[in-house]
């Protein structure tokens, strides 16, 4: 399976702090995006990396990804309690970049 | 605009009944998908469509069928549900193919007896 897996599955932090989670897939991608979902609702994009790309910004969302280890991350800086949330990572698979593929998720607690 | 909308958000079937899981969309996206997440998991593709009169199976197709008459809609069918169907079904929509970024619906909760 193309799937790929977050890491940690859970994560609890004080607000203020950063939070770092990463995602691992097995085949090559064209892009890996990045998605939030607050419990019991639909899930929100966050950032998109293609597969070119090895860094991006945006806010306080820096995400890294790196094609020989398979591999991204996801830093959220200075957590609010409002990032309080499941944080999923997706793949277009690169033999077909119609099909998407989403991970496991880690569900991030921010303590007020 | 409203995005994507699904209906209904809650239902409850008994096993053996079909039923059908409403989409649309009102941005003219090209791409139109369904997953389906089970609890504490990620979310799995189950069909998606590039276009009206396309479609194709994704990961986890056995079991729903679909059909893309319009560019709106997008509608999922259950043929004959199963408890194994018991999930919450996402509805999602994108410019040209996913490479773009995918709006997703509210959802849909499937619960079958």
Known sequence: ?112 | NAGVTQTPKFQVLKTGQSMTLQCAQDMNHEYMSWYRQDPGMGLRLIHYSVGAGITDQGEVPNGYNVSRSTTEDFPLRLLSAAPSQTSVYFCASSWGQTQETQYFGPGTRLLVL
């Open chain 1, 1 to 112: 399976s193309q799937q790929g897996e977050e890491d940690p599955q859970a994560l609890s932090i004080q607000e203020g702090e950063n939070a770092t989670m990463n995602c691992s897939y097995k085949t090559s991608i064209n892009n890996l995006q990045w998605y939030r979902q607050n419990s019991g609702r639909g899930l929100v994009h966050l950032i998109l990396i293609r597969s070119n790309e090895r860094e991006k910004h945006s806010g306080r969302l820096r995400v890294t990804l790196d094609t020989s280890k398979k591999s991204s991350s996801l830093l959220i800086t200075a957590s609010r309690a409002a990032d309080t949330a499941s944080y999923f990572c997706a793949t277009a698979a690169g033999d077909n970049f119609n099909k998407f593929y989403f991970g496991s998720g880690t569900k991030l607690n921010v303590k007020p």
